[in-house]
């Protein structure tokens, strides 16, 4: 008989085939059986590295430079592309960077639009 591997949030030994995916009856966690259990540990250390929109890696207080001109609500002018940025601080969620940005103030900036200086 084929053994199915543990469902990888909650160890339950339950699994199930359910067409390209393998199911966990008891957490309802859904996975592709060729990511396997070791990539579970893979995914969190791909979550801790934040990359710039040319693939270097970003730590906190680096400086960057923003590559975009960004419109920002509720100030007069926009946020020029070539803006330097010093100091930032990574955090987790839609808007990686915290920073404050002189004439702007304080604000959140994607990784994507910016490019370590």
């Given at each position: 008989m084929n053994e199915l591997p543990p469902c990888p949030e909650c160890e339950s030994v339950y699994t199930y085939p359910d067409g390209a995916l393998l199911m966990c009856p008891e957490c309802a966690h859904e996975w592709s059986p060729d990511a396997g259990a070791a990539s579970s540990g893979e995914a969190v250390d791909d979550g801790d590295v934040y990359?710039?929109?040319?693939?270097?890696?970003?730590?906190?207080?680096?400086?960057?430079?923003?590559?975009?001109?960004?419109?920002?609500k509720g100030a007069q002018k926009a946020l020029k592309a070539g803006t330097k940025v010093r100091n930032i601080r990574l955090v987790g969620g839609d808007h990686d960077i915290d920073c404050k940005i002189p004439g702007f103030g304080p604000m959140k900036l994607k990784t994507s639009i910016v490019k370590k200086a």
């Open positions: 990359r710039d929109s040319v693939g270097n890696v970003l730590q906190d207080g680096d400086d960057v430079i923003v590559v975009k001109t960004l419109k920002v």
